[in-house]
Nanobody, 122 residues
Framework: QVQLVESGGGLVQAGGSLRLSCAAS????????MGWFRQAPGKEREFVAS???????YYADSVKGRSTISRDINKDTVYLQMNSLKPEDTAVYYC????????????????WGQGTQVTVSS
């Protein structure tokens, strides 16, 4: 089993920044991709960004240029730096991991965290 714990969410004004963290523990696959997804009230969960073990990244168009995903392999932690936040970024943000390459579909990820709330006020 793999456990994922997100942190760093909160309330921020539009234009502000937040950095989310996700710490993995347990039996993490030897080669794995970590991703961030988000789900706003009444909407489906959507892909935000992913990063593989080699550091290659992939972003949703909605956050490209405003967000940066990174990871610390030694700490088994992935980060999502979000800048120029907009009210439409308000959602619960989830961290997920999979034992394969970059992917943007939620069904491709095997393990999920509990989520952290991000609220952007206008």
């Amino acid at each position: 089993q793999v456990q994922l714990v997100e942190s760093g969410g909160g309330l921020v004004q539009a234009g502000g920044s937040l950095r989310l963290s996700c710490a993995a523990s347990g039996r993490t696959p030897s080669t794995y991709t970590m991703g961030w997804f988000r789900q706003a009230p009444g909407k489906e969960r959507e892909f935000v960004a992913s990063i593989n073990r080699s550091g290659f990244t992939y972003y949703a168009d909605s956050v490209k240029g405003r967000s940066t995903i990174s990871r610390d392999i030694n700490k088994d932690t992935v980060y999502l730096q979000m800048n120029s936040l907009k009210p439409e970024d308000t959602a619960v943000y989830y961290c997920a991991t999979r034992g394969g390459g970059l992917a943007s579909r939620s069904q491709d990820y095997a393990y999920w965290g509990q989520g952290t709330q991000v609220t952007v006020s206008s």
